[in-house]
């Protein structure tokens, strides 16, 4: 037997100076991971927090050996990871079953890749269903299951292998409220009394207060290129109640971290293409939204500056969808994030109070005076006779600054936010941008 | 100042651009091969047999506009087929009762058999003329189109979400505006790939659509498949050369000027809300919808579509009341009608064969029936080991899948009679057995069919699933048990589904083989069926035709029909 002090001291596992890119054709590479440094120490979960697209998910593979970094290194119980690491098993958000195994078979896959004997196999995935509370559903198949029930099968086949790490993929995310919330205090009661035999967990989330209720440690990712911003030990008492003040000063304070560190990340964006300022990844919002967040602001209590988790929980918004509103808005000077907080602008008021068609012509006034691409597409359309440019002209432009996904949704943006303002109109079937 | 220099290019936009060349040259492309192809139709028939083809390489092009023309054709008569009998079949259940089983034994039978019943006839419908000729090609060509995209468009109208059609009856739409608006558009895309295997088919039969030789009536088309069956008689390896060129080039225009346009266009259709993450394009299409005199041709002519829209009913009828009143009475008669006809058509078939063939030919050919039978099983069963795992190697590699699919599709097209020249060179050359050495030229052409489903079925693995596989180290053996085959299961069922049934019709054409003079025959149902063509002995073809039909619907029944139900079950994702 090993003595557990050595065992709790070693780090469990290191990633240090993690870098990835993708080839993305004449664009060049794009960095989806920068500079990451990361280490797990036996006995924590520690929580992947950021937006979706940050290269979270990524992490989580090249922690696993499913994907190589580009430069620095992955070392888990002291050995280099090369390659599919055995000891680290997944979960996924979207389950990832065979539909084609029944729950049992489903489970014992990874004991079956081991080679163990039948009896050793029945064995442990007995243990493992009766744990996880799939007892009695052994030969149905994942179709005949809810939701939750598939994510236990999905937990069960992870710890059915006895990892020393299991990674969490944003697990409780494709689950309704109530469920997510049943399966997140089973794990945290079993973690508690130590039943899952795993060494450490980590957990990829979007939701603040997921991580706050779950992680001992909390990583804050920041987009474009995904790196870590900072790291916030969570030093509440567990169990923890999510209405406790204590637990919601936590909330507050992750929120103000993530603004504080992410928001300027757009702002400064024109300023790294100086001339042209097309070069801003503009996110995908809904003009629904934006407006709807607009008048939530201004309207009681707020009355034009709100509390970013506040107006989170009123509007029942994810972060993925507030704060990309919320930075569009800044990045129109119709409000400003500073701090956790949402304070709208002269503008952003006026907004608020105004009529539609008011509301059109602001928005479209700030539109093009503000967006580079929104003013470039304006002009090039006023410049030709024909009023008339096609999309894979600007499309062209962009991939000059980023990647091809990333030009494509920033085309799709604008053609959004340019059909509200009416600032232009897009002609979906020709793939052409006109003038009204 | 600067509004002066840049204006240049902004005034040029407004006169015909690139795209507006582009699209005209297409369009009048079109509109010349149509002229070219029908010049003649209406000709001699005996001027034209004796008008030889000419195997001169300088007179493909103008074959192969002729062939294209009339495959074109076909596919238009399958499509006006398909519209109208799915149609009928998917709202009526009545109708269905009698218009499926009956779709699904038409695709059954065997359509190379088939063309020498049908030829006769239409050579009687306009005598002495070309025309007649030209018609049964085209109805050779239809019958190998036309029965997947009937059944295709079936079943997307019978899965047509429940609440687009509330939605439909909710604002009032009539069904006339329902089945345009709402039916057809749903249809597209599986339509359009259905297309795309029907005209793959449709090449295969090509060359025994155009030469026609039944008894002493021989009729030679001119077109790429007389051309091939001119250079196997004369024995001409160049031509052949020439021949293979052609038809690949043939069919890269094709695919670039008529099914990838189609794919793009049917994009729009896709049910997903979402948009594909890598929408499929075309140069033509992007040609013809940038051009701005097509955009006003196109104005024109949907104007025109409107306003024939408008003479339709706007009501639904108001006798589908009256129907429903009468609907027990209906049924029985509709049922004992059906059966007194089947019973008429059975007494027909034994009134026609019984003063020829006696007992024992019956015994003779079902026992020739069920040698070909083992051939077609073997070949699908080696097929089905050599293409399964390479179609999931490929499958799994999206940029590779994207290159071979559309090599698969050129190689299902591809004839079989192409290769005659180094089968039957070979078998005489190395005294081969050819009851084993030709059974490869049935499966030459149907094989694909396997391989680009498996691979279409491989490329829908969701990436989670293979990154939890190796995640969980199942390699090997256990990783082909456990997901590649399972997850490519219900594909493959489609894929040797296909490719059995076409390889009963190829046996056909590949049990027996000639090079000039030179001929290997292989002992089965094919040989017989093409041997009994040969000499006008119709008695023997219909027999033939009819024990065949059977085999393959009892094939259909007891294996492919039970999988199916086992991968839809067990197996869809």
Redesign the interface.
Known sequence: MNTPSIATTAPLLEVAGVRKTFARGEAGQLLVLDDVNLTINPGEIVGLLGRSGSGKSTLL?II?G?SRPTGGTVRFAGEPVTG?A?G???V?Q?F?L????TVY?NVI??L???HLPREEIQRRADAAIELIGLAGFEAA?PRELSGGMRQRVGVA?ALV?QPRILLMDEPFSALDVLTAETLRTDFLELWGEGRLAIGAAILVTHNIEEAVQMCDRICVFGSNPGRILTSVPVTLPRPRNRLDPQFREFVERIYVEMTARAAPAVALRPERFPGTGIGTVLPQVSTTVLAGLIEAVAGPPFLGRADLPEIARTLQLEIDELFPAAELLQLLRLAEVEGGDIRLSEAGLTFAGADVEERKALFGKHLVNYVALAAHIRRVLE????H?A?KSRFLDELEDYMAPEAAQQTLRAIVTLGRYAEAFLYDD????FTLG | MSKAITGFPAAGRSAPSIADVVAIALVIGALALLADGSRGVLGSLTALQQEPISLDPHALPGYAARTTLRMLCALLLSLAFTLTYATWAAKSERAARILLPLLDILQSVPILGFISVTVLFFLSLAPGRVLGAELAAVFAIFTSQAWNMAFSFYQSLRTVPRELNEAARGFGLSPWARFWRLEVPFAVPPMVWNMMMSMSGGWFFVVAAEAISVGRTSVALPGVGSYIAAAVAARDMHAIGWAIATMFAVILLYDQLLFRPMIAWADRFRFEQEGSARPPRSWVLDALTRSVLMNRLWRELRRWARSLTALAPRRPLAMAADVQQYSGRIDRIAASGVTLLAAAGAVEVVRFLAPEIRFADVLRVFGLGAITCLRVAVLIALASLVWVPVGVLIGIRPRLARVVQPLAQFLAAFPANLLFPVVVFSIVRWRLNPDIWLSPLMILGTQWYILFNVIAGASTIPAEMRLVSRNLGVRGWLWWARVAMPAVFPFYVTGALTASGGSWNASIVAELATWGNQRAEAVGLGSYIATATGSGDFHRVVLGIAVMSLFVIAINRTVWRPLYGLAERKYSM
């Open positions: 593979r696993s499913l599919a055995r680290i098993a997944m996924f979207s990832a065979f539909p084609w195994l078979e896959l990874g079956e890749a081991q198949y086949r292998v410049e030709r006779a024909s008339r096609p079937e020709a793939g052409a």
